[in-house]
Structure formats: structure tokens, C-alpha cells
């Protein structure tokens, strides 16, 4: 008989210390491997950890709702096979350790807190990697003030920069004025500065990475939803106290799982460095929620297997979850199309950005009453704009179009969204 | 019994990274505590550089009189063989660390650190329970600085004991080993092998490499392997060490030369100096989320480790292995700590080996700049032609100063000395490249006639011009 010690691993962020949520297992427990051992919370989600190995709970580290140290073992179990002894945590442990990280969770949706970059300091005696000439009090003086002396001219022999250029850098408006665009008024001449830090930066790189590499492909369409707005109002009505209060937005789920089987390559995950496009039967539809640390991007999954109330109660779970910042790394992650909604903001059109590597990003504009000509009359009818964007490289733009007008059908013509 | 406190800032370890965290963190009025096995001043002052320093230093003042036994050289004549009495050396190196060890305790002290000599173990990444003489206790700290530094290297078949010893046993021995064969020609085994000859033991290198201190180029080593060949110390390179014999007068040693031949060698001690190793066991590192590359701790510029709040520095960290590296890690560590802004990006770091004559490495040596693509100028000035060296007999060992600059803006990008005294010449081409200097930089800068600097203003000079005495 062996023992295997299972250390609470690092879950990302270099964090020290971990709540222990709750406990699925219990000491004489007998467990199978990825079987759910216990769950962690962290400062962005609620992790999962499964067993490892199978075999039986000899010890749990402490009881749920404490705080546990990184590191410590949280559970030892006795295997049957020989003991492999003490494993200690590392990366591949934490990895195995975290159940089904939906496709993969690097490309999930911007969830993911930033790690501090932990670069092994090459300690060279390389004076050539200093294209920046600079006396050690220079250096030191302008980490201190945040300035990065590529950007400061040095009047010295070779280039050098000088106490005195420093200054004069400094004097001249520093960093921001050096930056080539000044978003500043002329008139004022104070500044903020925000670093960019964990969600922000991974929204800003995923941001930079989809434009970069998707040639996106936006198309928009006007859809009269005046029907399809009497019969959300009819159900709410006649609704059922179980039953959720149904939003616009179940609709529109219901009405993409209906057609995209028809649509393949739009519920679709480009891998772009193996030149591979990998269409989905599953519709795991992301929904893009603004949260106090910013865009997030909860995955409501199998939407072709939800009816509408479950599309909807599903849909207020994971946007709660993920404002409240207890959604699970899981529940963050998968999405195979991506929804987007300034509907109730306003404005008229949006050219949304792919989540990548999906295909297909469909974003909800402002319903508003408009005079319209409908059956050769000018009326007053629900119009609501549809902007969505493809990337081209997989999606053609007729084919976009076909899309979109199919979900324009089923939205003008609610009833065959249920048939 | 086990207590339980907190503080701020734990150092682990007070060697040179460790120690001087400790005192610029209490300085900048952190509640600072130091953990400290041995006596503080770490493997630099206890087992490594001062005592070497020492020993070396003695040992030279040795073989300098000896030359004067009736030899009536520079005028001078002893009309009897110097004796040495190295229990009283050994005494006097003694109390030369225990000064320099006092002294760091002293400056712990007036910074208000508190110095807890006992074992650090890690049960977590924050939490490190110290075992010491009179129980234990458990510390939680803010901010963990481990400065665990490194070990001699053992060799597989030639473990340490008896005749075996390494660097820390070479620089305690009370008798002259007649025969002393070091494993490796690297900066220790040299310097320790060289400090032997000199107190009269016979000496043999046995070398993995095709020549001695592989890393630095053959101009620069030249002087020294003339020294060693004029003593009579052998060096045989391309040598595998494969196992030893030991009986009560010494051992055997066996080695597979260049030709792949076994052959052996006797020797009353094996100097073991193929290396450190950093200390990454028997502390609880295992215990926490910190990663490593390849032996090393992983760091990035600031000396931030994996885990928040947990730093390392020195030796624990990567190449290269060098007190003063870990010095100015570990002032930058507490500094941060502190809520400075501040990363590690010396544009060199110096090293020095106390061989005879001493070498200085600063930068890129010609090779290495070429290496990078770099379109270089070398400027070389012999110390056979600065008054001041023939004045100390240091023009006769072959030594130099050799200037590396950037051909196109004539930025130095390395500086290089091999001869007597040199290391105290590693100062000013430190500065030189740290402040960016041209090589009109270091010409123009008067240098004092006579002195051995004057070498380096001839070096810059004759790097894109000419030397005015060469």
C-alpha cells in the first residue's frame, strides 16, 4: 500500500492561500480517479479539484470553509499500488488536478487572471542587450518614475543618456507626453495613469490577438420583432410561478441552436497554427457579461438541448455567478459561439470582436418602435438591429449572410423556432 | 517549546544575500527576522572567499620569503629558511573571519533584525517552523526572502571523507598535504591549489576540460598556466575522475586520461572542486508553489519567485554564484519590499579569480562579443610596460589589460586583466560599463602615474589608436 499526499496546488495568480469551499469526500471515503474531491475558491472562481489517483481518504486537511495554504496537503490518500510516496505540487498536477477544463483553458474566454510574468532573470554580463546607455542612477531614477528610457532621447556620446535628459524628459510631460497620440485636453494638463492589470490586460492582449489574427467580416441586419415581442409577452404572462421571467435573449439562444446545424462552420473553433476548423454538434453559446472587474464571459452549454425556461434560467444563473465572481473555471470557458448584447444602451449598430478562436459573434442592438412599411403601409413596428462578425478566413461573406438571414426568419416568424 | 509569531520580512540563510536583505530591510524599518543555521556571513565568510583570501594571502608572504633565503634578491637576504607554523596561520585566518563575522552581527544589530540561529523548515510557502538549540518555534511571515545559497559538489565515486575533502576542508588543513591532487582547474581549485603550492605541497590538476578555467579565453589564462608549469604543477586535461582508494596515509586516485586509459595517481588529500550546487533540500522548498529552473529557484527581474511575497537571491537562483551578485539582490529584494521600485539589470557583474597572477572578467570577453555579432575593437596593454608594476615585480608574469568596444559608437562592452593586484582594478571597469563609457571615456580620465591603472587608460587608448608607451 502506498500513500499519496495531495498538496493544494498553485491556482494561478502565485496566490498563497486558498478557501476550502466545501468537501465531497470524507476520511474512509474509497475515491476513483477524477473523482470530485473538494472545492476551492480563488479569488476568480471556484475550482474543482478531483482525485489524482484512486484509493481510500486517510486525512483531509482541514474543515470546509477555512483558509489552506498553498502547498500543504489537503488530502492523503492510501493507493493500492506501491507508494509513490509524497508527490509534490507542480504546474501538471494542478492540471490534472482541475476537472475537464473545457476545450482548453488558455483559449477560454477572458477569464483567466494574468500570471505575474515570472521570466528567469538572465543574469548576462550582456552589456549589448543595453541599447539603452545609461549610468545605474539614470536606470534606477527612471524605474522609480515609471519611465521607460527606450522613449527618452539621450544627448550623450552613443547616445547616452544623461541626469540632465532625464530631466528634461521629465519636464517635457514624461511617458505621456511621449506617447505618440496624447488623448489629453489642451486646456487641462493633469494625468492618470492606470497600469494595465489582471482581467484588463488579458481582455486587452485576447482583444489585440483576435484583431490581429482574425480578419473580421461584420454584418448587420434589421429584424422586426414585433411578433416575436407578443409572444414573449404572452408567456410572461401566463408564465408559471416556477417559470424565469423570459428576456429577448433566450429567444434569440433558441432561435441560434435551431439554426445553426444548418451553419456548421459558424459554431465553430478556428486553431489557426494547425490550420484547423473544428465544427461543434453541442451549441455552447458564451455570453458576454459586464462585470465590476470587467468583460467576462459565462458559457451556458448544450443550448440545443435547453427549452426556453431553461435557456433563460440558466442564462440569469451563470450572468449572476460570473458578476458575483463565483462562477467556475468551467462555467468560463467552452463557448463555441459568443453572444453580445448593448441592446439595452442603445445604438444602432456594433462591430463586435470575435472571442477567438470561435467564428462567429452575434451582437443584439437597441429594440425601439420605427416607422416602417409593412404590407405597403407605413406602421409602427418592434425593429431591432442584428450586428454580427465572422472571421472571413473560414466564414464567406454569403455564407454569413445565409446565416443571418435564417436567424432573421425564425426571429420574424417566432413559431418556428419551436417547430 | 513552539511559539508562534509573525513578521514582516523572514530571511532565510545569512550569507552575503541574506545578510545584507536582512539589514537594509531593518533599516528601512521592517520587522525583519534572519535564520541562520551556522555562524552569519554565510559561505563567503566562513568557508569561501575571506578565508581564502586569508590563506592565500599567507601563503604568498610565504613563498615571497623563501625567495629571499640567501638570494640577496632586491637586496635583501635571509640567512635562514622561514618557518611556518600553520596552526598559528590558520589562527590568524580565524581571526580574521571571526572579526568580519562579529562585524556583520554588529550592523544585524544596529538594524534592528533579529537573528534566530537555528534551522528553517517550510510547512508552507509563509509559514517556516525553526527548530534551534532550546526548542522551537513557528514563524508566519509577510514576505519570505530565501537566501539558502549552494554546497560543494560531490562527485559519484569519489564521496567526500578522509583523504577526500573539498574547498572547506582545503582551507582548515594544519599540515601541508605532500601531495595534493585537485580535481577541477576551475577558480576554486585553482586558487586553492596555487595557495598549496605555494606553502610547498606538491600539486596535480586533474581537469575535465581541454585547459584550465575553461571559461575564460587562453590570452587571459596564459599567465597563470605559465606560473603553474614554472612551479612545477601538473595539469592533466581531459581527465574523467572515476573513483578513489583510500588507506590510513591517503589515497589513490583514479582517472581516465585524454587517450581514455585508466591510470592513477597517489595523494595525501583530493581536493573535490568541480562546483556548487544551489541548497534546494532539506528546507520544505518541496512545500511550496515555487517553481524551478532546471536546479535552480526561477526568478524573474525582481527576484520574485512563482509565489507572491516569496523572493530568492543568490546562489539559489542561477549563475553566476557570486557573493556580490547576492548582495545586490537582496539590498534590491528589501528595497522592493519596502515599496521601492527597483529591478536587477547590472549591465555586468565583475569576477575575479585570486589566482597567480589574479584574473578580472567585466563583460563580454572578444569571443563572446563576437559571439553575439558584435563588431568589436580590442585594445591590449602589457603591465611589462607600466613603471609601477616593474616596480612591485608584477611586469614579469605576463600580464595585461585588454579593452572590448563596439567599433561603430565605441561603447566598451567589456574589459579584461590578467596579472599581479589586478582584482582591485575590477572597480573602475565595472563603473566604466555601468555608466555606458566610450573608450574615449577611459582614455581621457587621468589615471595617477605611477600605478597599475594606467594600464587600462593605455588599453582604451590603444584600442582605436595608440598607446603613448606601447
Redesign the interface.
Known amino acids: 500500500m502506498g500513500h499519496y499526499s495531495f498538496k493544494l496546488p498553485d491556482l494561478g495568480e502565485g496566490i498563497v492561500e486558498s478557501e476550502i469551499v466545501d468537501w465531497h469526500v470524507s476520511v474512509g471515503d474509497r475515491v476513483e480517479e477524477d473523482d470530485l474531491l473538494v472545492d476551492v475558491m480563488t479569488d476568480k472562481a471556484t475550482v474543482e479539484l478531483s482525485a489524482p489517483v484512486a484509493g481510500t481518504i486517510v486525512r483531509l486537511g482541514c474543515d470546509a470553509g477555512e483558509m489552506f495554504a498553498v502547498g500543504s496537503e489537503l488530502i492523503l490518500i492510501e493507493t493500492a499500488g506501491e507508494g509513490e510516496a509524497v508527490i509534490s505540487p507542480s504546474p501538471s498536477a494542478a492540471e490534472a488536478a482541475t476537472p475537464k477544463p473545457a476545450p482548453s483553458v488558455p483559449q477560454a474566454a477572458p477569464v483567466q487572471a494574468p500570471e505575474p510574468a515570472s521570466h528567469k532573470t538572465t543574469i548576462s554580463h550582456v552589456p549589448g542587450r543595453h541599447e539603452i546607455l545609461a549610468a545605474p542612477s539614470v536606470r534606477r531614477r527612471a524605474r522609480a518614475e515609471d519611465i521607460d528610457l527606450a522613449v527618452v532621447p539621450g544627448t550623450g556620446p552613443a547616445g547616452r543618456i544623461s541626469n540632465t535628459d532625464l530631466e528634461n524628459f521629465i519636464a517635457a510631460g514624461g511617458m505621456q507626453a511621449a506617447l505618440p497620440v496624447s488623448n489629453q485636453s489642451a486646456a487641462r494638463s493633469a494625468t492618470t495613469e492606470i497600469p494595465l492589470r489582471g482581467l484588463r490586460r488579458v481582455i486587452a492582449q485576447k482583444m489585440v490577438a483576435a484583431k490581429r489574427n482574425i480578419p473580421h467580416y461584420s454584418y448587420v441586419e434589421e429584424i422586426d420583432i414585433t411578433a416575436l415581442e407578443e409572444l414573449r409577452q404572452h408567456l410572461n404572462e401566463n408564465r408559471k410561478p416556477s417559470q424565469p421571467k423570459l428576456t429577448l435573449l433566450p429567444f434569440i439562444m433558441q432561435a441560434l441552436a435551431k439554426t445553426l446545424p444548418e451553419f456548421p462552420f459558424c459554431n465553430a473553433r478556428f486553431d489557426d497554427e494547425r490550420e484547423v476548423l473544428t465544427q461543434y454538434d453541442a451549441v455552447h453559446i458564451g455570453i458576454a457579461t459586464m462585470t465590476e472587474k470587467g468583460l467576462m464571459v459565462p458559457v451556458v452549454k448544450h443550448s440545443e438541448a435547453l427549452d426556453i425556461w431553461q435557456s433563460a434560467s440558466e442564462l440569469s444563473r451563470l450572468s449572476a455567478a460570473a458578476r458575483e465572481g463565483s462562477a467556475r473555471v468551467d462555467e468560463l470557458s467552452g463557448s463555441t459561439i459568443t453572444i453580445t448584447s448593448l441592446g439595452a444602451i442603445g445604438g444602432i449598430v456594433t462591430t463586435p470582436v470575435i472571442n477567438a478562436p470561435e467564428t462567429t459573434i452575434v451582437g443584439i442592438n437597441k429594440l425601439q418602435d420605427k416607422p416602417v412599411v409593412y404590407h405597403g403601409e407605413i406602421v409602427v413596428r418592434k425593429m431591432m438591429n442584428l450586428s454580427s462578425s465572422f472571421d472571413h478566413r473560414v466564414v464567406d461573406g454569403y455564407d454569413a449572410a445565409l446565416m443571418v438571414q435564417a436567424l432573421k426568419r425564425l426571429l420574424e416568424n417566432p413559431a418556428s423556432i419551436f417547430v | 517549546m513552539n511559539t508562534h509569531r509573525k513578521c514582516k520580512v523572514l530571511v532565510v540563510g545569512g550569507g552575503p544575500g541574506g545578510y545584507v536583505a536582512a539589514i537594509r530591510a531593518g533599516q528601512l524599518g521592517l520587522d525583519t527576522v534572519l535564520v541562520e543555521a551556522d555562524r552569519t556571513g554565510g559561505t563567503c565568510l566562513i568557508r569561501g572567499c575571506i578565508p581564502s583570501k586569508a590563506l592565500i594571502h599567507a601563503a604568498s608572504r610565504y613563498e615571497e620569503l623563501l625567495a629571499h633565503v640567501g638570494s640577496g634578491k632586491l637586496g635583501i637576504s635571509l640567512s635562514s629558511a622561514p618557518e611556518l607554523n600553520l596552526v598559528a596561520t590558520q589562527q590568524w585566518k580565524e581571526s580574521v573571519v571571526d572579526r568580519l563575522n562579529g562585524g556583520v552581527e554588529g550592523l544585524l544589530a544596529k538594524a534592528g533584525v533579529e537573528v534566530i540561529h537555528g534551522w528553517a523548515t517550510f510547512?508552507?510557502?509563509?509559514?517556516c517552523e525553526i527548530e534551534t538549540a532550546d526548542g522551537g518555534q513557528t514563524l508566519h511571515a509577510e514576505h519570505v526572502i530565501l537566501a539558502n545559497g549552494s554546497s560543494v559538489t560531490e562527485l559519484p565515486g569519489i564521496p567526500f571523507g578522509g583523504a577526500v575533502i573539498s574547498s572547506t576542508e582545503a582551507l582548515t588543513l594544519t599540515e601541508v598535504p605532500e601531495q595534493l591532487v585537485v580535481i577541477g582547474a576551475g577558480y576554486i581549485g585553482l586558487e586553492l591549489g596555487i595557495a598549496w603550492r605555494k606553502l610547498g605541497a606538491k600539486v596535480t590538476f586533474i581537469e575535465g576540460g581541454e585547459r584550465i578555467l575553461p571559461i575564460y579565453d587562453k590570452e587571459l589564462t596564459r599567465p597563470i598556466q605559465q606560473w603553474l608549469k614554472k612551479h612545477d604543477v601538473e595539469v592533466i586535461t581531459s581527465a574523467r575522475a572515476e573513483s578513489v582508494d583510500q588507506d590510513d596515509v591517503g589515497a589513490v586516485l583514479h582517472y581516465r586520461d585524454k587517450a581514455g586509459e585508466l591510470q592513477s595517481i597517489a595523494a595525501s588529500k583530493v581536493l573535490v572542486a568541480v562546483g556548487r550546487s544551489p541548497n534546494t533540500q532539506g528546507w520544505g522548498l518541496?512545500?511550496?508553489?515555487v517553481?524551478k529552473?532546471g536546479a535552480f529557484v526561477?526568478?524573474?527581474?525582481q527576484?520574485?519567485?512563482?509565489?507572491?511575497?516569496v523572493w530568492a537571491i543568490g546562489d539559489l537562483?542561477?549563475?553566476?554564484m557570486l557573493a556580490h551578485?547576492a548582495s545586490a539582490q537582496g539590498e534590491m529584494v528589501a528595497e522592493i519590499i519596502a515599496g521601492?521600485?527597483?529591478?536587477?539589470?547590472?549591465?555586468?557583474?565583475p569576477a575575479v579569480c585570486f589566482t597567480e597572477p589574479e584574473i578580472v572578467?567585466?563583460?563580454?570577453t572578444p569571443d563572446?562579443?563576437k559571439a553575439?555579432g558584435?563588431d568589436i575593437s580590442v585594445g591590449k596593454f602589457p603591465f611589462a610596460a607600466i613603471g609601477k608594476a616593474l616596480t612591485m615585480e608584477a611586469g614579469e608574469d605576463g600580464g595585461f589589460v585588454r579593452v572590448v568596444a563596439?567599433t561603430d559608437?565605441?561603447?566598451?562592452?567589456?574589459i579584461q586583466a590578467v596579472g599581479a593586484h589586478v582584482a582591485e582594478l575590477s572597480g573602475e571597469f565595472a563603473l566604466a560599463?555601468?555608466?555606458?563609457a566610450?573608450v574615449?571615456?577611459l582614455a581621457a580620465t587621468i589615471h595617477v602615474h605611477p600605478s597599475l591603472s594606467e594600464a587600462t587608460m593605455e588599453a582604451a587608448l590603444a584600442t582605436f589608436g595608440k598607446a603613448i608607451h606601447g
Do not use: W, Y
Open positions: 510547512a508552507d510557502a509563509k509559514t518541496e512545500n511550496m508553489p517553481d529552473q526561477q526568478v524573474n527581474d527576484c520574485r519567485t512563482s509565489t507572491r511575497n537562483v542561477g549563475e553566476p551578485k521601492h521600485k527597483r529591478s536587477f539589470d547590472p549591465v555586468a557583474i572578467s567585466v563583460g563580454l563572446e562579443a553575439k558584435l563596439r559608437d565605441h561603447v566598451i562592452v567589456g560599463l555601468e555608466m555606458g566610450l574615449e571615456d
